[in-house]
């Protein structure tokens, strides 16, 4: 076969070959393998010498035109393999705008956690400390330093979950009063403090009672706090959670651990004190327990009531949530249906 034969023959090979071919990688391999240095077109070219003086030259352009048809071939195989490659990356890659996102259900804090987080808020803008206290509580701190001694008929208002003779369940939140104040250094200045925290009772649930519900402890013990300072603040815990126009009104009660006691009302947020449901047609709601602390309470925890005075007062979140949201039945805060509770989305 002639020389020019073996390169037509090549030539067509090849091309047949780099039509076929479907990867950029073996696409390489061909021109490595047909142009390269150890390549079938340079073998021919070598075998120039052997003819003769006139054919070289055809021989020699017939060979370059045949690289060059080649190096072509390869080059637009080049760029379709790769137009093709990148059409297939943009199709895998492209997000569909159109389809419908996936819903992320977002939580929200329990109604109970936002009123509580409400009421802290405003004390701590009063200068209040937070404090957390024990839910397994000691009889000592629970009733007898709240001037509960055994035997005392006022420890039937609070019927206990005993887990032994001295450890129970707290009643309230009043024990925290006492583990405060004996900690308290008033040389560094008065003791201002709230405690939220659930409490225990033993009683039958219905729709105003759970055996778990929640309180909000308030004390405050200075010199010559008075009566005074105790309706003061609660009128600003007051309208700050039920509006400007809030009124409060103090009646006598009795409380072991405050003297004197008060029972508060609020005059109603709904009808502004002209008779409706929620304040049940007296223009007034009952919603707090307070007093001046007990000298005892004060002696018990080694501060001198000549010297010192001090306010407490109890609130219940779980009441609050009921009368401002018209719930009517106490158990929906404790049977974590979400149907209910994500009514209460908070800020
Ligand atoms: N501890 C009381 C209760 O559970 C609530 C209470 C009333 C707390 C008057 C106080 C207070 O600090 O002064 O029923």
Known sequence: ?????KL???KNETLEKIDNVSDLQALNQIRVETLGKKGPITEVLRGMKDLSIEERPKVGSFANEIRDELTQAIEARKQLLEDEALTVALAKESIDVTLPGQQVQKGNRHVLTQIMEEIEDIFIGMGYQVVEGYEVESDHYNFERMNLPKEH??????????ISED?????????VQARTMEKHDFSKGPLRMISPGKVFRRDTDDATHSHQFHQIEGLVVDKH??????????????????GEDRKIRLRPSYFPFTEPSVEVDVSCFKCDGAGCNVCKYTGWIEILGAGMVHPNVLKMSGIDPEEYSGFAFGIGPDRVAMLRYGVN???????????????????
């Open 1 to 5: 076969m002639s020389l020019q034969a």
């Open 8 to 10: 037509e023959s090549l």
């Open 153 to 162: 008929p006022a420890r039937d208002m609070q019927d206990t979950f005993y």
């Open 167 to 175: 450890i129970l369940i707290r009643t309230h939140t009043s024990p």
């Open 225 to 242: 706090v008075t009566m005074g300072d105790l309706k003061g603040t609660l009128e600003v815990m007051m309208q700050k959670m039920f």
């Open 329 to 347: 039945d106490i158990r929906n805060f404790y049977q974590n249906d979400l149907r209910f509770l994500s009514q209460f989305k908070g800020e």
